[in-house]
C-alpha cells in the first residue's frame, strides 16, 4: 500500500509507515500536520536516533501504529 502523505515541513513526500506511527503515537492519534523523522526529531527537541530506538520499543510492546 503506497501512502501520499508528505511532511507538513520539509514536503519530503510519501512518508513511511514508522514516521506517520510516531507522529500518532508522540503527537496524539488525531494529529493533521505529520513530520518526517527528521522534522519531528527536531520538533520533539531529541535525535533521529532516539525516535527509530522508540520505533522499535513500541514495535515490541506490540503497538498497532509500526
Known amino acids: 500500500m ?8 520539509c514536503g519530503k513526500e510519501s512518508l513511511t509507515r514508522n514516521e506517520i506511527g510516531l507522529n500518532k503515537k ?4 488525531n494529529v493533521k500536520k505529520i513530520h518526517c523523522l527528521c522534522c519531528l526529531a527536531e520538533y520533539l527537541e531529541v535525535t533521529e536516533e ?3 530506538a522508540k520505533v522499535e520499543e513500541f ?3 506490540g503497538c498497532k501504529l509500526f
Open 59 to 61: 514495535k515490541e510492546q
Open 50 to 52: 532516539e525516535l527509530l
Open 2 to 9: 503506497t501512502n501520499r502523505i508528505n511532511c507538513y515541513i
Open 26 to 29: 508522540l503527537i496524539g492519534q
